[in-house]
Each structure stands twice: as C-alpha cells, then as structure tokens.
C-alpha cells in the first residue's frame, strides 16, 4: 500500500464568533495511490502576539518538508515539524498550531488509508463521549451580567448544564454573575471552573476565591500571572481549592507536576502540536496520577473532532474538556456538524476523524487572516468590543 504524501494544501478561513472573527487555516494532506486525504486544522490563530503567517509561504515550506515521506512515519515527521517550527514558550505559540493542524491531517490520513476511525489507531475509547463545559465570558460592564444569565438559560435549554466561568476583569461584576447564577438556577447547573486566564496575580486570585468558594465550583484555572508557578502552590495552599494550568509542552507539564502546583493539567492540543504532542503529555501526567482535561482554543469542528478523539481514548482525561467551538462558530467548512448531547461532546463514527470538508462551505469562508478586526484586548477576552 503506498503511503507516499504527495502534495499539502493549504487554505486560510475566518469564522465570527462573539463578537470577533477568528482565522483558522484548513490543512489537506495527499497520500497514497488511491487519493487519500486527510484534513486537519490550524485552531485560531486570533490570539496574541499580533501576527499571521504568510499562508502561501507557509504551504510551500510544508510541502518541502513533507512530500515524497511515508504518512505512516509519524515519529519522524513529528521530529521534521518540531525542528522547523520549535516551540517559543508562548501558551498560544504560533509554531505549535501550525505543526498541530499538520499533525490532525496527519492523523486523519493514516487512519483512512487503514479505514477505520482515529479513535482506534489512538487505542480505542474508555468513554463514549467527551464531558463538556460550555464557557460563559467575562464580564466588562453591567450589562454583561444579564446577558450571561440569558446564555445559561439558553445553554440550560439545549441540554448543557455544565459552565465554566471567566473571571478577572472585574470582580465586583464576577461575583454579581456567579451569585445570580447561583441563585437562579441552583443544582440545575454546576460550576466546572472559574478560569483566571493569568490575567491577575495569585494574592488577588486567592481573594476573589476565598470571597466566592461557597457558590461550589469544581476547580480555579491559571489563578496567577503566566509561567508563575509558586503563584499556582500559594493558591493551592491559601483556598483548598484545586487548580489547573496549560501544559506548554513535556518539561512545562513536568515542571507544574513535580512542583505541586496543579490538581489538573490542562492538554490542549493547540498548543501541544497536535495529537502526536497531547498522547505524550497525556502520558506524563498518567504516570504521576494526575488528572487531565482536554483544553480549547475553541477550534471549528476538525479540530473539534480531533480533541473529542483524544479525550474519549484517554483513560487520564477524566475532568470535564472545554472544546466547544462549533456552537460558537457562526459558520463552518464541514458537511455534517459534530454532535453535543447532554453536557458532552460525541466523537464522529467513519473512517479517520469522521469529519469531511464541505468545498463549497470551505470557499464560502476562504479569507486572508488579517487583524483588522479584532484589537489585543478582543483576542485576549475572546468578545468583542463593549459598551461601558
């Protein structure tokens, strides 16, 4: 069977979502005698630093590294892709989403050329489906609060009863919310997190904990500045409630379990490079008993698709994820939209990702990335501009 990649394209989309337009790139891999093409996803590039590759630069580089190489080597393009795009450090790395759309498609690919479903070649599924909790955005100004109630009752009315809750901008305004919320819906709904975004340190994160622990959330994420880990151990200590924060990469996950600052580790596959990337952190925290959660930067439904592949084949990924992009996406280039049912997220059945590229929807949303649309505050809050 020829496995040989003949040719990677590439094609920039943008997809609105709250407020902002988010620019994904679409990744088609050739392989084979027979035509096979496995799709992937790079998620979001809307996020800080303010920058976007050059797309059809970007396609010819992919294409001198990767074509004429077996698609079943995947250590070896794995290493090829990790040498030409290193990771700088960064949550949202630019060269991480790149080598993790290449690395879906990748994915995708092999699973077809064998017709069966990725989730076997990932070992099979424990879980039938992916726990979700549906985000709920920061509060900026009074306004803000109701129509937050209005989408957890609107989530409530589509069967999501799970949320996680961005906070940090304004706390008087947080607790108004967490406090409605609580107040109005009861054990209707749960509280999976309240997520910091590094946006405070860990004293004022710590406050706001302690003010705010009796309305029952599950855990607090990134409750202190970025790459601050003693911040992390001190929230810990000060609240007794447990904390989560993104894995970066092996030696950030390393470095967050030995020090004794997580409860949860975070495995986005966005900022892992893929599959191939999150399976090893994945592993890591298996070995040291610590629980994971599979992490968004909310991708379009082949990147959706990917993660709901790993986590429901991942024994350790046992806290509720957060991929919920296609509700949020105002569009997508996909033919048949990925199911949610009952607070969680179903893996696609059929061969590879189970997921397919509409052409016609793909073209409808084929735009150059630009951030003429969206400023840094916009990319870091994922809303739009608000009125105060």
Same mark, same amino acid.
């Given at each position: ?54 797309? #059809?630069? !970007?396609?010819?580089?992919?294409? /001198?590294? @990767?074509? $004429?190489?077996? %698609? +079943?080597?995947?250590?070896? &393009? ?32 092999? #699973?077809? !050329?064998?017709?069966?479903?990725? /989730?076997? @070649?990932? $070992?099979?599924? %424990? +879980?039938?489906?992916?726990? &979700? ?256």
């Amino acid at each position: 069977m020829s496995a040989i990649i003949t040719s990677v394209t590439l094609t920039s989309v943008t997809a609105p979502r709250a407020g902002i337009s988010c620019g994904h790139v679409i990744v088609e891999i050739a392989a084979g005698l027979d035509g096979v093409v496995g799709v992937g996803e790079m998620s979001d590039f809307q996020h800080l630093p303010m920058y976007h590759p050059n797309v #059809a630069d !970007l396609e010819r580089t992919i294409n /001198g590294l @990767l074509v $004429g190489r077996d %698609v +079943r080597r995947t250590n070896v &393009i794995d290493e090829v892709m990790r040498e030409a795009f290193p990771h700088s450090g960064s949550l949202y790395d630019k060269g991480s989403v790149i080598r993790g759309g290449v690395d879906i498609a990748l994915w995708d690919a092999r #699973a077809k !050329l064998l017709d069966v479903n990725v /989730g076997e @070649l990932l $070992g099979g599924r %424990v +879980r039938e489906a992916l726990p &979700i909790a549906f985000p709920i955005f920061r509060q900026q100004s009074e306004a803000d609060v109701e129509a937050n109630l209005d989408i957890v009752d609107t989530m409530l009315e589509r069967g999501f009863s799970r949320f996680r809750v961005y906070v940090g901008r304004d706390f008087a305004l947080d607790r108004r919310f967490l406090e409605a919320c609580v107040g109005a819906y009861g054990d209707r709904i749960s509280i999976k997190s309240l997520d910091f975004s590094n946006l405070v340190s860990a004293q004022a994160a710590a406050r706001f904990i302690n003010q705010t622990s009796d309305l029952g959330f599950e855990f607090v994420e990134a409750p202190s500045r970025a790459g601050d880990v003693d911040g992390m151990r001190f929230v810990r200590d000060r609240t007794g409630i447990p904390v989560s924060e993104h894995a970066a990469g092996e030696r950030s996950a390393l470095a967050l379990i030995t020090s004794g600052a997580v409860d949860v580790l975070n495995v986005g596959l966005f900022v892992l490079g893929g599959i191939t990337g999150a399976q090893r952190v994945l592993g890591i925290a298996e070995a040291a008993s610590i629980p994971c959660l599979i992490g968004t930067t909310q991708e379009l439904a082949i990147g959706t698709a990917a993660a709901a592949h790993v986590g429901t084949c991942s024994p350790g990924a046992t806290a509720a994820g957060d991929p919920v992009g296609p509700l949020l996406y105002t569009r997508d280039v996909v033919t048949e939209p990925l199911e949610f049912r009952d607070s969680a997220l179903v893996p696609p059945s059929g061969p590879g990702l189970g997921v397919q590229i509409d052409p016609q929807l793909l073209e409808a949303a084929h735009e150059p990335l630009s951030w003429s649309a969206t400023d840094a505050r916009s990319a870091i809050d994922r809303t739009g501009a608000r009125a105060k």
